[in-house]
């Protein structure tokens, strides 16, 4: 009934600059906190920037300072404005929700397909 769906990535020379998208679509009661992460090969899933429906943010350390996590509630959309871009970013970027479908049912995270952003000359 929910779908996350990833757009913008792609590839970028370093010191260049991305924004991804993800829209949440379907049955949605409310969405508590939005967030990206990223998956570089042979290395675990890692948090690179989250925020609330209030608008509060937490980045990882590697991309603070270059990276700009915001949301529009009405449109069930977060963004990844990233800046500055280094090799070490390359990865598939996913999108994840915190939310609930239904009133009754509680929060639970949904996540999108990733996205693949290569930063290379």
């Known amino acids: 009934q929910v779908q996350l769906v990833e757009s913008g990535g792609g590839s970028v020379q370093p010191g260049g600059s991305l924004r991804l998208s993800c829209a949440a679509s379907g049955t949605i009661f409310s969405i508590n906190a939005m967030g990206w992460y990223r998956q570089a090969p042979g290395k675990q899933r890692e948090l690179v920037a989250t925020i609330t429906s209030d608008g509060s943010t937490r980045y990882a350390d590697s991309v603070k300072g270059r990276s700009t996590i915001s949301r529009d509630n009405a449109k069930n959309t977060v963004y990844l404005q990233m800046n500055s871009l280094k090799p070490e970013d390359t990865a598939v970027y996913y999108c994840?929700?915190?939310?609930?479908?239904?009133?009754?049912?509680?929060?639970?995270?949904?996540w999108g397909q990733g996205t693949q952003v290569t930063v290379s000359s």
């Open positions: 994840k929700a915190n939310l609930k479908w239904l009133s009754q049912l509680p929060l639970r995270n949904y």
